[in-house]
């Protein structure tokens, strides 16, 4: 039946519509997006009882009668909920009239109804996010920035630039006037911390105020330009930023281990932001910069700096153990990744959609998961940040030398071998010493030691057992070869011999060490110290120390349950704290980390999971410096007797490893020695006397000497010319040798060239299988969905290809951020720098665009700065020139009452606001003022001061004063944060932090008054002015004020200090001579300096 | 009608008491309870997240917490869920039945039974084994909860859980959510005082964060040995001291005249008169050596042990801090030995926890009965409580064997401030390896203790990231099967 209904009211015109299509049109929407929620298939639990998703359901209704009665409005619950007569529904809001008025219409046509059949759980919430997503993407962050004009000039004086022309028209909108202009002295100094977190110098100030009287805009512009070339613009950047990316230097929880090169992002950064590296590049290279077709790579310092970007992910928590032994702990770690990306360079908290698609803004929970497996697909591990050109002609020269070497030995090791026999049979004797040794009884001797037929021989006391004893022992030799051949053949599968230097498919290595690690059976390991020349022969495969134990190395395994076996054995050697780590989805403090300690490779077992199939493990092998996880925490740095001292966090170690050979297996036991070296020994009879026993034996061995000397050895045979040179039976000291000695000298003073590798955690995509997450229903792990593609969020569908790459994505995620109109990459990071500048965004949640945040006081200025701040190259420093430049900036901090009123947040920007300074900035400006700043850039993180250290978690303490470095340098340990800097509201460096708190509580009185670091600066600063050749008490003072707080004292002022200056001295009868030479009374005006507010804000 | 003050305390900056939100008004109208509770609350300097005095949401029986916090996991089948099966079973591998994801648990592993015995006690005869005899002895004041489920038997996780009700911290701590509740009663002290032993925890000093709340509410450690409160000696002798407070306030009001908000750089000076004041107030509050010979005796701080020494004082001062008007004092454990954290014994569970034992239990139980005697226990929440249990079985029953880490089915206890005493709540499996009946989670110990302090755990929010953020977050029911 056709039901006509005129909807003239709201339409606007007539409409024809059957009941059916009207339901489509006017009343399903509705339910979907007011009612689905918590009505529904797809609600956590059902409110109330009530279903209102198919026609059975809502005129069935819930606990307390039935929604909807056809025809019958007053029976029909539904209605009085939405009218708010009985339920007040939906509870949010009240539905508009119009709205209300479809309903009631809707049942009064009989309420048709054509949902048969109720939608499953995925159904009604996809419906349900259809119609909230179609509405949310709307929202003005997802818009691209508009092409706005700035407002005609009204005062052409005031407002040159743009921004001012934004500022001034909101103003007079308002009714409000910009504050005047500030003085000089208050420029000078607003505009010193603002660029570089520093006072300016008394220096700076008379300049700059000389310069202001003649022309203040050129005295802005060129105190601005001398700031923006400090080195210190990089330092006050870069500390903004580490707020945003959550900068630490250790990883908390237990043990606060270190976060490993995290000090050497910071310093990327300072770099970068001196150098002015556009702030696209810096997108692409913290999300993607190990995947940079041209990496940015400063040659000067042999650096890839977009590879130090991609430190950024690892920043933050980091929980230790793998979701193997507990799960839940990657899904917690790869939360913190989402969040901080998200935060950072989208504003937005994709974070919330873990568990449930985003309550107010437009991410569904499939977006989170879709990011997840974009995140988890790479190998969050340790990269070398060098290029080859670091370390290139070094090793070009290591190479020549050892080959040059190992030229000479093989003439003179063959020559000494050729003595053998004659050495070995002369009578007992006067027999060679050495030889004597070498063949010295033990206990029980092993069948696998070249020494055995000679120490088995020296026990008969005379010749008519020799035959014998040759053939027992050549019996037992062939039986155990052959026994031991045939199981190698039955139960190993080869993965590799490294006949060749081919590593196996998906296998990757990383590292100098292992890129001139290959070595082929028997070249020479030269001897770094000591009097030796060689330290043995090497076998084939790959050894990290090959050329010198300061390269670094890392090989890393597929997925182990795609080698197809339940073990591994890997003949594995390695000193110094190499070891292997087995990773668990990226585990981010893996605990399954063993190190080596033995220098001939053995057979080692690894367990290949085959029990977890849908666990990704992996297996990585690597010097110290390439492991991600060294050191773990301080119980786990252990091997054998040897304990990594706490202290020691493990740089510049001369760590290596050596790899021989890899095999499959189904079982526990490794494989065996085939005793290939006895080869040659037992061809032909048996000797029968003990001099001919003797004989063959040297000879043998001389065989073995000979054949490697030939370039032909045979399986066995370096083992064999090793066991010589362990027991000094060739020649092999640089005293007897003065062309080997000469060469020796000099790869030893090449060596010494060469430092250790500089490396940070970052990423590796290299034979790598990308993943899909797994859904993970209502946030909960062990309830599992389906795989989410990889992608990025739903709202820029069809706008990039993240969902089409070949890897993680991650690349096509950095390019889609930095296209020119991306709607929120520019406009977060202006609103974040208008934010260091002024104190406050345009958007002023930094870190929120969406709809919990709050929206921009001027988005056209907005807009407008986003725009041509990328049509600017995306500069930083020309971006904050141009803000600084403003008159805007240069306003005083007077608020009129009428401001106060209309605008008490300054959100129009009338004034220039008085603020607190950082915790940074106070600390910095106290070393500048007291004389004891040391201006150094970069480096190693200095711990702070702690009243108590704790070993086992590596909380040392530090200098009090820090070395006098600025407070960017001190470490930030998440366990124990800086106590001084986390008073003045330095934040937690677990989550991104947008904009900082500014409390005002007693503990920073307290810390002002009583702490160590004041107090000693108070000193130092007061020991500095007493030896100034000042004339009187006022002129003193004078100074201080202006190095201080940047402006000279007034009259008031001088009266006031004045005073205090004979009640600070020891004895108050002192002249005003002795009052300038009295330390203690200007170490008490010094700390009260510190103390004033004047001192501790920037206005 | 106005509760009875029964501090009778007459410590310098001591503000009335205040009962419920009409009475607060009441006096805060007179302008000075305002006054008082406002100077102390360190406001925002920027607009649009000030904080706002609060008062309790009803009526309260309590006015303060002592948070004992048994940092590691104390053993529940040793202490207060007597389990006379795992005597029988001792050995027997445990199966895969019993094998959880809330504790460190295999098939192969064997049930272990207690080294202790169990008794019943006091008039209750509620169960107490004879690992705290101390304790055992005011039984009748004790409300064990025996059946908490924690979410990953993992330490750092836990300990946040138990402080911050999130595994993942970030949030403030329950003394935090206290002292923002209900202010503080001196505003010359701190609303949340940490009595530390040395040893900062797993997780980190976010287990006593303010997190988003104003900095004004993290936790005040106070050292048992040393100086007890950073910063708090002051550098200069007093005269000197005041003569340079006099100094820079009066250089200070001229920048204020000068300042874009002159508000925030006058709450500044104030805070320099509240931390001169501070300096003298709170080592006197923390010396302990003119308490009577008895009492201090009764606490153990003449023990020859140096850590019991240390924590007996910790637990004298916490009833002076509570006396003084602090609203929540929390009290770490010593760090023994260089264990992962002090109750933790995965190894030699007799040997340690009864070295633990020793070091805390006669100063638990002193505090109590003190409590007690002096009329504050009424009024005082005493929580006794670790971030886990042990698992009633282990790899293989030895001389040194121990439990290994449990969160399912654990046992906490409170006493007085209107929990029901001499009683247990919930109850595990035969083995105590399991929640069988009643079970709880912390944030229902979070809510009940917020009730009974007067205060609704939903309405009990902060706004942050565009959120009202409360302690419990979704979780939490008032447990009034605990109350008196």
Same mark, same amino acid.
């Given at each position: 039946?056709?039901?006509?209904?005129?909807?003239?009211?709201?339409?606007?015109?007539?409409?024809?519509?059957?009941?059916?299509?009207?339901?489509?049109?006017?009343?399903?929407?509705?339910?979907?997006?007011?009612?689905?929620?918590?009505?529904?298939?797809?609600?956590?639990?059902?409110?109330?009882?009530?279903?209102?998703?198919?026609?059975?359901?809502?005129?069935?209704?819930?606990?307390?009668?039935?929604?909807?009665?056809?025809?019958?409005?007053?029976?029909?619950?539904?209605?009085?909920?939405?009218?708010?007569?009985?339920?007040?529904?939906?509870?949010?809001?009240?539905?508009?009239?119009?709205?209300?008025?479809?309903?009631?219409?809707?049942?009064?046509?009989?309420?048709?109804?054509?949902?048969?059949?109720?939608?499953?759980?995925?159904?009604?919430?996809?419906?349900?996010?259809?119609?909230?997503?179609?509405?949310?993407?709307?929202?003005?962050?997802?818009?691209?920035?508009?092409?706005?004009?700035?407002?005609?000039?009204?005062?052409? @004086?005031?407002? /040159? +630039?743009?921004? &001012? $022309?934004? *500022?001034?028209?909101?103003?007079? #909108?308002?009714?409000? !006037? %910009?504050?005047?202009?500030?003085?000089?002295?208050?420029?000078?100094?607003?505009?010193?911390?603002?660029?570089?977190?520093?006072?300016?110098?008394?220096?700076?100030?008379?300049?700059?105020? @000389?310069?202001? /009287? +003649?022309?203040? &805009? $050129?005295? *802005?512009?060129?105190?601005?330009? #001398?700031?923006?070339? !400090? %080195?210190?613009?990089?330092?006050?950047?870069?500390?903004?930023?580490?707020?945003?990316?959550?900068?630490?230097?250790?990883?908390?929880?237990?043990?606060?281990?270190?976060?490993?090169?995290?000090?050497?992002? /910071? +310093?990327?950064?300072? $770099?970068?932001?001196?150098?002015?590296?556009?702030?696209?590049?810096?997108?692409?290279?913290?999300?993607?910069?190990?995947?940079?077709?041209?990496?940015?790579?400063?040659?000067?310092?042999?650096?890839?700096?977009?590879?130090?970007?991609?430190?950024?992910?690892?920043?933050?928590?980091? /929980?230790?153990?793998?979701?193997?032994?507990?799960?839940?702990?990657?899904?917690?770690?790869?939360?913190?990744?989402?969040?901080?990306?998200?935060?950072?360079?989208?504003?937005?908290?994709?974070?919330?959609?873990?568990?449930?698609?985003?309550?107010?803004?437009?991410?569904?929970?499939?977006?989170?998961?879709?990011?997840?497996?974009?995140?988890?697909?790479?190998?969050?591990?340790?990269?070398?940040?060098?290029?080859?050109?670091?370390?290139?002609?070094?090793?070009?020269?290591?190479?020549?030398?050892?080959?040059?070497?190992?030229?000479?030995?093989?003439?003179?090791?063959?020559?000494?071998?050729?003595?053998?026999?004659?050495?070995?049979?002369?009578?007992?004797?006067?027999?060679?010493?050495?030889?004597?040794?070498?063949?010295?009884?033990?206990?029980?001797?092993?069948?696998?030691?070249?020494?055995?037929?000679?120490?088995?021989?020296?026990?008969?006391?005379?010749?008519?057992?020799?035959?014998?004893?040759?053939?027992?022992?050549?019996?037992?030799?062939?039986?155990?070869?052959?026994?031991?051949?045939?199981?190698?053949?039955?139960?190993?599968?080869?993965?590799?011999?490294?006949?060749?230097?081919?590593?196996?498919?998906?296998?990757?290595?990383?590292?100098?060490?292992?890129?001139?690690?290959?070595?082929?059976?028997?070249?020479?390991?030269?001897?770094?110290?000591?009097?030796?020349?060689?330290?043995?022969?090497?076998?084939?495969?790959?050894?990290?120390?090959?050329?010198?134990?300061?390269?670094?190395?890392?090989?890393?395994?597929?997925?182990?349950?795609?080698?197809?076996?339940?073990?591994?054995?890997?003949?594995?050697?390695?000193?110094?704290?190499?070891?292997?780590?087995?990773?668990?989805?990226?585990?981010?403090?893996?605990?399954?980390?063993?190190?080596?300690?033995?220098?001939?490779?053995?057979?080692?077992?690894?367990?290949?999971?085959?029990?977890?199939?849908?666990?990704?493990?992996?297996?990585?092998?690597?010097?110290?410096?390439?492991?991600?996880?060294?050191?773990?925490?301080?119980?786990?740095?252990?091997?054998?007797?040897?304990?990594?001292?706490?202290?020691?966090?493990?740089?510049?170690?001369?760590?290596?490893?050596?790899?021989?050979?890899?095999?499959?297996?189904?079982?526990?036991?490794?494989?065996?020695?085939?005793?290939?070296?006895?080869?040659?020994?037992?061809?032909?009879?048996?000797?029968?006397?003990?001099?001919?026993?003797?004989?063959?034996?040297?000879?043998?061995?001389?065989?073995?000497?000979?054949?490697?000397?030939?370039?032909?050895?045979?399986?066995?045979?370096?083992?064999?010319?090793?066991?010589?040179?362990?027991?000094?039976?060739?020649?092999?000291?640089?005293?007897?040798?003065?062309?080997?000695?000469?060469?020796?000298?000099?790869?030893?003073?090449?060596?010494?060239?060469?430092?250790?590798?500089?490396?940070?955690?970052?990423?590796?995509?290299?034979?790598?299988?990308?993943?899909?997450?797994?859904?993970?229903?209502?946030?909960?792990?062990?309830?599992?969905?389906?795989?989410?593609?990889?992608?990025?969020?739903?709202?820029?569908?069809?706008?990039?290809?993240?969902?089409?790459?070949?890897?993680?994505?991650?690349?096509?995620?950095?390019?889609?951020?930095?296209?020119?109109?991306?709607?929120?990459?520019?406009?977060?990071?202006?609103?974040?720098?208008?934010?260091?500048?002024?104190?406050?965004?345009?958007?002023?949640?930094?870190?929120?665009?969406?709809?919990?945040?709050?929206?921009?006081?001027?988005?056209?200025?907005?807009?407008?700065?986003?725009?041509?701040?990328?049509?600017?190259?995306?500069?930083?420093?020309?971006?904050?020139?141009?803000?600084?430049?403003?008159?805007?900036?240069?306003?005083?901090?007077?608020?009129?009452?009428?401001?106060?009123?209309?605008?008490?947040?300054?959100?129009?920007?009338?004034?220039?606001?008085?603020?607190?300074?950082?915790?940074?900035?106070?600390?910095?400006?106290?070393?500048?003022?007291?004389?004891?700043?040391?201006?150094?850039?970069?480096?190693?993180?200095?711990?702070?001061?702690?009243?108590?250290?704790?070993?086992?978690?590596?909380?040392?303490?530090?200098?009090?004063?820090?070395?006098?470095?600025?407070?960017?340098?001190?470490?930030?340990?998440?366990?124990?944060?800086?106590?001084?800097?986390?008073?003045?509201?330095?934040?937690?460096?677990?989550?991104?932090?947008?904009?900082?708190?500014?409390?005002?509580?007693?503990?920073?009185?307290?810390?002002?008054?009583?702490?160590?670091?004041?107090?000693?600066?108070?000193?130092?600063?007061?020991?500095?002015?007493?030896?100034?050749?000042?004339?009187?008490?006022?002129?003193?003072?004078?100074?201080?004020?202006?190095?201080?707080?940047?402006?000279?004292?007034?009259?008031?002022?001088?009266?006031?200090?004045?005073?205090?200056?004979?009640?600070?001295?020891?004895?108050?009868?002192?002249?005003?001579?002795?009052?300038?030479?009295?330390?203690?009374?200007?170490?008490?005006?010094?700390?009260?300096?510190?103390?004033?507010?004047?001192?501790?804000?920037?206005? | 009608?106005?509760?009875?003050?029964?501090?009778?305390?007459?410590?310098?900056?001591?503000?009335?008491?205040?009962?419920?939100?009409?009475?607060?008004?009441?006096?805060?109208?007179?302008?000075?309870?305002?006054?008082?509770?406002?100077?102390?609350?360190?406001?925002?300097?920027?607009?649009?997240?000030?904080?706002?005095?609060?008062?309790?949401?009803?009526?309260?029986?309590?006015?303060?917490?002592?948070?004992?916090?048994?940092?590691?996991?104390?053993?529940?089948?040793?202490?207060?869920?007597?389990?006379?099966?795992?005597?029988?079973?001792?050995?027997?591998?445990?199966?895969?039945?019993?094998?959880?994801?809330?504790?460190?648990?295999?098939?192969?592993?064997?049930?272990?039974?207690?080294?202790?015995?169990?008794?019943?006690?006091?008039?209750?005869?509620?169960?107490?084994?004879?690992?705290?005899?101390?304790?055992?002895?005011?039984?009748?004041?004790?409300?064990?909860?025996?059946?908490?489920?924690?979410?990953?038997?993992?330490?750092?996780?836990?300990?946040?859980?138990?402080?911050?009700?999130?595994?993942?911290?970030?949030?403030?701590?329950?003394?935090?959510?206290?002292?923002?509740?209900?202010?503080?009663?001196?505003?010359?002290?701190?609303?949340?005082?940490?009595?530390?032993?040395?040893?900062?925890?797993?997780?980190?000093?976010?287990?006593?964060?303010?997190?988003?709340?104003?900095?004004?509410?993290?936790?005040?450690?106070?050292?048992?040995?040393?100086?007890?409160?950073?910063?708090?000696?002051?550098?200069?002798?007093?005269?000197?001291?005041?003569?340079?407070?006099?100094?820079?306030?009066?250089?200070?009001?001229?920048?204020?005249?000068?300042?874009?908000?002159?508000?925030?750089?006058?709450?500044?000076?104030?805070?320099?008169?509240?931390?001169?004041?501070?300096?003298?107030?709170?080592?006197?509050?923390?010396?302990?050596?003119?308490?009577?010979?008895?009492?201090?005796?009764?606490?153990?701080?003449?023990?020859?042990?140096?850590?019991?020494?240390?924590?007996?004082?910790?637990?004298?001062?916490?009833?002076?801090?509570?006396?003084?008007?602090?609203?929540?004092?929390?009290?770490?454990?010593?760090?023994?030995?260089?264990?992962?954290?002090?109750?933790?014994?995965?190894?030699?569970?007799?040997?340690?926890?009864?070295?633990?034992?020793?070091?805390?239990?006669?100063?638990?139980?002193?505090?109590?009965?003190?409590?007690?005697?002096?009329?504050?226990?009424?009024?005082?929440?005493?929580?006794?409580?670790?971030?886990?249990?042990?698992?009633?079985?282990?790899?293989?029953?030895?001389?040194?064997?121990?439990?290994?880490?449990?969160?399912?089915?654990?046992?906490?206890?409170?006493?007085?401030?209107?929990?029901?005493?001499?009683?247990?709540?919930?109850?595990?499996?035969?083995?105590?390896?399991?929640?069988?009946?009643?079970?709880?989670?912390?944030?229902?110990?979070?809510?009940?203790?917020?009730?009974?302090?007067?205060?609704?755990?939903?309405?009990?929010?902060?706004?942050?990231?565009?959120?009202?953020?409360?302690?419990?977050?979704?979780?939490?029911?008032?447990?009034?099967?605990?109350?008196?």
């Amino acid at each position: 039946m056709l039901v006509f209904v005129l909807l003239g009211d709201r339409a606007g015109f007539a409409e024809e519509l059957d009941g059916n299509a009207f339901f489509e049109r006017r009343i399903r929407p509705v339910l979907i997006k007011h009612c689905y929620e918590c009505h529904s298939a797809a609600s956590a639990e059902i409110k109330g009882g009530l279903r209102v998703d198919s026609r059975d359901a809502i005129r069935k209704g819930g606990e307390s009668g039935p929604a909807v009665v056809p025809g019958k409005v007053g029976a029909s619950l539904l209605v009085k909920a939405v009218r708010r007569e009985s339920f007040e529904m939906p509870p949010d809001i009240k539905l508009p009239d119009a709205v209300i008025a479809d309903l009631v219409r809707w049942i009064e046509l009989g309420a048709p109804d054509p949902r048969d059949h109720p939608p499953s759980a995925a159904e009604a919430a996809e419906l349900s996010w259809n119609i909230v997503f179609e509405e949310r993407k709307s929202w003005w962050s997802l818009q691209p920035p508009r092409d706005v004009s700035p407002p005609p000039t009204e005062d052409a @004086g005031w407002s /040159r +630039d743009p921004v &001012d $022309r934004f *500022v001034l028209a909101g103003l007079r #909108e308002a009714g409000l !006037s %910009p504050a005047p202009t500030a003085d000089a002295a208050t420029l000078a100094r607003r505009l010193s911390f603002v660029l570089t977190g520093l006072p300016p110098t008394p220096d700076q100030f008379t300049d700059f105020v @000389g310069r202001f /009287r +003649d022309d203040p &805009d $050129r005295a *802005v512009a060129t105190f601005t330009d #001398e700031l923006l070339a !400090s %080195p210190h613009f990089g330092e006050r950047i870069a500390r903004h930023w580490m707020d945003v990316v959550r900068y630490g230097d250790t990883y908390g929880y237990e043990w606060d281990n270190p976060a490993k090169g995290a000090w050497r992002y /910071r +310093d990327y950064l300072i $770099r970068a932001f001196n150098a002015d590296v556009g702030f696209d590049q810096m997108v692409l290279e913290q999300l993607a910069g190990d995947l940079l077709a041209s990496p940015r790579i400063d040659d000067e310092s042999c650096r890839n700096e977009s590879l130090v970007g991609t430190m950024f992910y690892h920043l933050g928590e980091h /929980r230790h153990g793998d979701s193997l032994e507990f799960n839940g702990i990657h899904q917690e770690m790869i939360d913190n990744k989402i969040n901080a990306f998200s935060k950072t360079f989208l504003a937005t908290t994709v974070a919330c959609a873990r568990c449930h698609d985003h309550k107010l803004d437009a991410v569904a929970q499939r977006d989170y998961y879709a990011l997840a497996g974009v995140f988890m697909t790479p190998r969050w591990t340790t990269r070398v940040v060098d290029t080859p050109q670091r370390t290139q002609n070094a090793i070009a020269r290591l190479k020549t030398l050892r080959g040059e070497m190992h030229a000479l030995l093989l003439e003179r090791w063959k020559s000494a071998a050729a003595k053998f026999q004659d050495e070995i049979t002369a009578d007992i004797k006067d027999r060679h010493e050495t030889w004597r040794k070498a063949f010295a009884a033990k206990e029980t001797p092993s069948n696998e030691d070249p020494a055995y037929p000679g120490i088995r021989l020296e026990t008969l006391e005379d010749d008519t057992q020799v035959a014998k004893l040759w053939g027992e022992m050549a019996d037992a030799w062939r039986t155990a070869r052959e026994t031991r051949l045939a199981d190698k053949a039955k139960k190993f599968n080869v993965v590799t011999d490294f006949s060749t230097p081919d590593l196996p498919a998906g296998w990757t290595m990383h590292g100098d060490g292992m890129r001139h690690g290959y070595v082929r059976d028997g070249t020479p390991l030269v001897a770094l110290t000591g009097d030796a020349i060689v330290r043995r022969l090497l076998p084939r495969g790959y050894h990290t120390h090959a050329l010198s134990s300061r390269l670094p190395g890392s090989l890393r395994t597929p997925r182990l349950q795609r080698l197809g076996a339940s073990s591994m054995s890997v003949a594995l050697a390695g000193r110094e704290w190499s070891g292997h780590i087995t990773l668990v989805e990226n585990a981010f403090q893996a605990e399954k980390v063993f190190f080596l300690d033995r220098t001939e490779p053995q057979w080692q077992r690894f367990d290949m999971f085959m029990k977890y199939p849908d666990w990704r493990v992996r297996t990585e092998f690597a010097t110290s410096d390439l492991n991600p996880n060294f050191p773990p925490r301080t119980g786990k740095t252990t091997v054998g007797d040897l304990v990594l001292p706490p202290r020691d966090l493990g740089d510049g170690k001369r760590s290596w490893f050596s790899i021989t050979g890899v095999v499959t297996h189904e079982g526990n036991e490794t494989p065996q020695d085939t005793l290939d070296g006895f080869a040659t020994l037992y061809l032909g009879d048996p000797p029968q006397t003990r001099a001919e026993a003797r004989r063959r034996i040297g000879d043998w061995l001389a065989g073995a000497v000979r054949r490697w000397a030939d370039d032909t050895p045979q399986a066995g045979d370096v083992a064999l010319i090793n066991w010589l040179l362990a027991h000094d039976l060739l020649p092999n000291r640089i005293a007897d040798d003065a062309a080997l000695g000469r060469l020796v000298a000099d790869y030893r003073a090449v060596e010494a060239t060469l430092e250790s590798a500089r490396t940070v955690i970052s990423m590796d995509e290299r034979d790598i299988e990308p993943v899909s997450y797994r859904l993970n229903i209502r946030g909960n792990i062990d309830d599992l969905g389906d795989p989410v593609p990889r992608d990025f969020l739903q709202v820029f569908a069809g706008q990039h290809d993240v969902n089409k790459s070949p890897g993680s994505g991650r690349l096509e995620l950095a390019t889609f951020l930095i296209r020119p109109d991306h709607p929120l990459t520019a406009r977060v990071y202006v609103n974040r720098v208008w934010g260091w500048v002024f104190g406050q965004g345009l958007v002023s949640t930094p870190n929120d665009f969406g709809r919990l945040g709050r929206p921009p006081s001027h988005p056209e200025l907005l807009d407008y700065i986003a725009r041509t701040f990328v049509i600017d190259g995306w500069s930083t420093k020309r971006l904050i020139r141009r803000l600084v430049l403003s008159h805007t900036f240069r306003q005083a901090g007077r608020v009129t009452d009428r401001a106060r009123n209309v605008d008490p947040d300054n959100r129009l920007l009338g004034h220039y606001p008085t603020r607190r300074l950082e915790a940074e900035a106070i600390r910095d400006a106290m070393l500048a003022v007291s004389g004891r700043l040391d201006l150094t850039l970069f480096g190693p993180s200095i711990d702070p001061p702690r009243p108590k250290e704790d070993e086992a978690k590596r909380l040392f303490s530090g200098p009090v004063d820090g070395n006098g470095r600025r407070t960017i340098y001190t470490r930030i340990t998440l366990m124990e944060p800086p106590k001084l800097l986390a008073v003045f509201n330095q934040p937690s460096p677990k989550i991104s932090t947008g904009r900082r708190d500014v409390t005002n509580a007693p503990s920073q009185a307290l810390t002002l008054l009583n702490d160590a670091f004041i107090t000693g600066q108070a000193e130092y600063w007061g020991a500095a002015l007493v030896r100034r050749p000042d004339d009187s008490i006022e002129q003193r003072i004078g100074a201080m004020f202006l190095t201080a707080l940047g402006r000279p004292a007034d009259d008031h002022e001088m009266r006031l200090w004045r005073d205090a200056v004979r009640d600070f001295a020891a004895d108050p009868g002192l002249s005003e001579r002795e009052l300038l030479a009295d330390t203690r009374a200007w170490t008490r005006i010094a700390h009260v300096l510190f103390n004033t507010k004047e001192f501790l804000y920037c206005r | 009608m106005r509760r009875k003050n029964s501090h009778n305390c007459t410590c310098p900056g001591r503000t009335a008491p205040v009962a419920t939100r009409r009475e607060f008004l009441g006096q805060a109208s007179t302008g000075f309870g305002m006054l008082a509770l406002a100077s102390l609350m360190a406001d925002r300097a920027y607009a649009g997240l000030s904080s706002s005095v609060r008062a309790p949401h009803h009526r309260p029986i309590a006015k303060n917490v002592i948070f004992l916090f048994m940092d590691g996991g104390p053993s529940h089948v040793d202490t207060f869920d007597p389990k006379p099966a795992l005597k029988t079973h001792e050995g027997e591998k445990i199966g895969e039945g019993a094998v959880s994801k809330r504790s460190q648990s295999s098939a192969e592993r064997v049930w272990l039974s207690s080294p202790w015995t169990f008794r019943q006690r006091g008039q209750s005869g509620l169960w107490v084994s004879d690992l705290f005899p101390n304790i055992a002895a005011s039984a009748d004041q004790l409300c064990v909860v025996r059946s908490l489920v924690g979410e990953q038997p993992l330490h750092g996780q836990q300990n946040l859980l138990l402080h911050t009700g999130r595994v993942i911290g970030a949030a403030p701590s329950l003394g935090s959510w206290v002292s923002y509740g209900l202010g503080t009663e001196n505003r010359n002290l701190p609303g949340y005082v940490l009595l530390n032993n040395d040893w900062t925890p797993n997780g980190g000093w976010e287990n006593f964060s303010s997190a988003f709340l104003p900095a004004t509410h993290e936790a005040t450690l106070l050292r048992a040995k040393g100086k007890p409160v950073d910063n708090i000696e002051p550098a200069d002798a007093p005269a000197l001291q005041r003569r340079k407070l006099d100094l820079l306030a009066a250089q200070d009001r001229r920048f204020a005249a000068k300042a874009s908000d002159a508000s925030a750089i006058e709450s500044a000076i104030r805070n320099y008169e509240t931390a001169f004041r501070m300096q003298y107030l709170v080592p006197k509050l923390a010396d302990v050596s003119r308490e009577p010979e008895h009492i201090r005796h009764m606490y153990g701080v003449d023990s020859a042990n140096e850590f019991q020494k240390y924590y007996a004082v910790q637990c004298l001062r916490a009833r002076r801090l509570i006396e003084a008007g602090v609203r929540f004092v929390e009290i770490t454990c010593p760090q023994i030995d260089n264990n992962n954290s002090p109750w933790d014994q995965h190894g030699k569970l007799k040997v340690k926890h009864e070295e633990n034992a020793m070091i805390t239990e006669q100063s638990v139980a002193a505090l109590i009965e003190d409590l007690r005697r002096r009329g504050l226990l009424d009024e005082t929440i005493v929580l006794w409580a670790g971030e886990m249990g042990r698992t009633p079985h282990t790899p293989k029953v030895h001389a040194d064997c121990g439990r290994d880490h449990h969160v399912d089915g654990y046992s906490i206890f409170l006493a007085g401030g209107g929990f029901k005493g001499g009683m247990a709540y919930g109850r595990t499996d035969e083995f105590g390896n399991v929640v069988v009946e009643h079970p709880l989670m912390i944030q229902d110990i979070h809510a009940t203790i917020l009730h009974l302090l007067g205060l609704d755990h939903e309405k009990l929010t902060y706004r942050f990231g565009g959120r009202d953020v409360s302690l419990t977050d979704v979780h939490g029911r008032v447990v009034t099967e605990l109350l008196a």
